[in-house]
């Protein structure tokens, strides 16, 4: 029989807390589980200890790759074997809380079959010794939603983009039906893979249950891509992903034009925050800034003007600033020394509301 869980567990360079998350599985009173553990070629124990953790228990499954840079890859495996019914990401770094499989499973039985089960997360600061509980989800939220109505409740609370792969379980069986997979080597391969996910399902049921626990960390892949460089590379990437996702589902029938509006000012903030807020200004030089915004736009601004259309002309005229930057080089100064007050003038306004 198929269990009612697939937990998928990307797993590289994890030796200090790996034993923790697959502890934290097997701890589970809710047995009605498989464990699918994909390692990546480590430089560390990480593949001899969860050999050792899943020896002699029929519910781990464990698959060994050569090493991607990012938990993409890994997690495209553990779906591309799963069996269960629900599909749970958990990092390798990160745990279970106590008994949150069972309290998951009672939730689902009261609205089962839904497509993606947005949760409330445990954030566990290292070093800090902080943890707090985070939802993303506002507390009147809907019961139930479509998912561009969920996109929208979501993205009118918050400015920031939605990374929630690993705090959404998620019905298998959508996955397969809407051939939805991370892209292989992106580090914010959540920050791609959940608009995605959120604007082509059904039926999506918040529940506001804190089952992850998140620990964050500098030196691991997401503390590390941070760095001024590097993240300017990685978001680009996503952009460019998401732009071309949006300008293809606003062709469909139904689409709801109010999903443009609280996605380009999300996309829009990232866009002045990275390439054009006053960090990135100082820390990273223009030509930097302009080859990745060129990587964002290498297939034209059309997918760009899509998402620019429907957005009020203070918004329009920002995202106008962007391209004028990539394009007019004599111009590209005064953007950016006027561009910052500009956004700046947005983010007033939103808060006005």
């Given at each position: 029989?198929?269990?009612?869980?697939?937990?998928?567990?990307?797993?590289?360079?994890?030796?200090?807390?790996?034993?923790?998350?697959?502890?934290?599985?097997?701890r589970?009173?809710?047995?009605?589980?498989?464990?699918?553990?994909?390692?990546?070629?480590?430089?560390?124990?990480?593949?001899?200890?969860?050999?050792?953790?899943?020896?002699?228990?029929?519910?781990?499954?464990?698959?060994?790759?050569?090493?991607?840079?990012?938990?993409?890859?890994?997690?495209?495996?553990?779906?591309?074997?799963?069996?269960?019914?629900?599909?749970?990401?958990?990092?390798?770094?990160?745990?279970?809380?106590?008994?949150?499989?069972?309290?998951?499973?009672?939730?689902?039985?009261?609205?089962?079959?839904?497509?993606?089960?947005?949760?409330?997360?445990?954030?566990?600061?290292?070093?800090?010794?902080?943890?707090?509980?985070?939802?993303?989800?506002?507390?009147?939220?809907?019961a139930?939603?479509?998912?561009?109505?969920?996109?929208?409740?979501?993205?009118?609370?918050?400015?920031?983009?939605?990374?929630?792969?690993?705090?959404?379980?998620?019905?298998?069986?959508?996955?397969?039906?809407?051939?939805?997979?991370?892209v292989?080597?992106l580090?914010?391969?959540?920050?791609?893979?959940?608009?995605?996910?959120?604007?082509?399902?059904?039926r999506?049921?918040?529940?506001?249950?804190?089952?992850?626990?998140?620990?964050?960390?500098d030196?691991?892949?997401?503390?590390?891509?941070?760095?001024?460089?590097?993240?300017?590379?990685?978001?680009?990437?996503?952009?460019?992903?998401?732009?071309?996702?949006?300008?293809?589902?606003?062709?469909?029938?139904?689409?709801?034009?109010?999903?443009?509006?609280?996605?380009?000012?999300?996309?829009?903030?990232?866009?002045?925050?990275?390439?054009?807020?006053?960090?990135?200004?100082?820390?990273?030089?223009?030509?930097?800034?302009?080859?990745?915004?060129?990587t964002?736009?290498?297939?034209?601004?059309?997918?760009?003007?899509?998402?620019?259309?429907?957005?009020?002309?203070?918004?329009?005229?920002?995202?106008?600033?962007?391209?004028?930057?990539?394009?007019?080089?004599?111009?590209?100064?005064?953007?950016?020394?006027?561009?910052?007050?500009?956004?700046?003038?947005?983010?007033?306004?939103?808060?006005?509301?």
């Open positions: 029989m198929k269990p009612f869980f697939s937990i998928i567990v990307p797993c590289c360079d994890v030796a200090p807390y790996v034993r923790e998350c697959l502890d934290s599985v097997k589970q009173a809710f047995a009605d589980w498989e464990c699918l553990a994909v390692v990546e070629e480590s430089r560390d124990d990480t593949e001899r200890i969860v050999r050792e953790l899943a020896a002699g228990d029929a519910r781990f499954r464990v698959f060994a790759e050569p090493r991607s840079g990012s938990p993409a890859t890994p997690r495209n495996t553990g779906l591309d074997h799963a069996c269960g019914e629900y599909v749970i990401f958990l990092d390798g770094d990160d745990m279970l809380a106590e008994d949150a499989l069972a309290r998951l499973a009672g939730k689902i039985r009261e609205r089962p079959g839904a497509d993606l089960y947005p949760c409330a997360f445990r954030d566990w600061r290292e070093g800090r010794g902080t943890v707090q509980t985070v939802d993303n989800w506002p507390a009147d939220a809907p139930e939603m479509s998912g561009q109505q969920s996109v929208v409740a979501l993205y009118r609370h918050s400015h920031t983009p939605f990374s929630g792969a690993p705090f959404t379980i998620c019905r298998r069986t959508f996955l397969e039906e809407r051939s939805l997979r991370f292989p080597g580090v914010y391969e959540d920050m791609e893979f959940a608009p995605r996910a959120f604007c082509r399902a059904h999506v049921v918040p529940l506001h249950e804190p089952f992850y626990m998140y620990r964050t960390r030196d691991s892949i997401m503390g590390v891509s941070r760095a001024a460089g590097p993240k300017l590379e990685h978001y680009a990437r996503v952009l460019k992903s998401l732009f071309a996702f949006h300008a293809a589902l606003a062709k469909e029938r139904g689409f709801d034009p109010e999903v443009s509006r609280v996605l380009g000012r999300s996309w829009l903030a990232l866009l002045r925050n990275e390439w054009f807020g006053t960090d990135s200004l100082a820390s990273i030089p223009r030509q930097r800034r302009l080859e990745t915004l060129r964002v736009f290498s297939d034209g601004f059309g997918d760009f003007r899509a998402l620019l259309a429907p957005a009020p002309l203070f918004r329009r005229a920002a995202g106008w600033c962007v391209v004028l930057f990539v394009r007019v080089p004599v111009l590209r100064r005064a953007i950016e020394t006027f561009l910052p007050h500009i956004y700046e003038r947005l983010a007033r306004r939103a808060r006005g509301r």
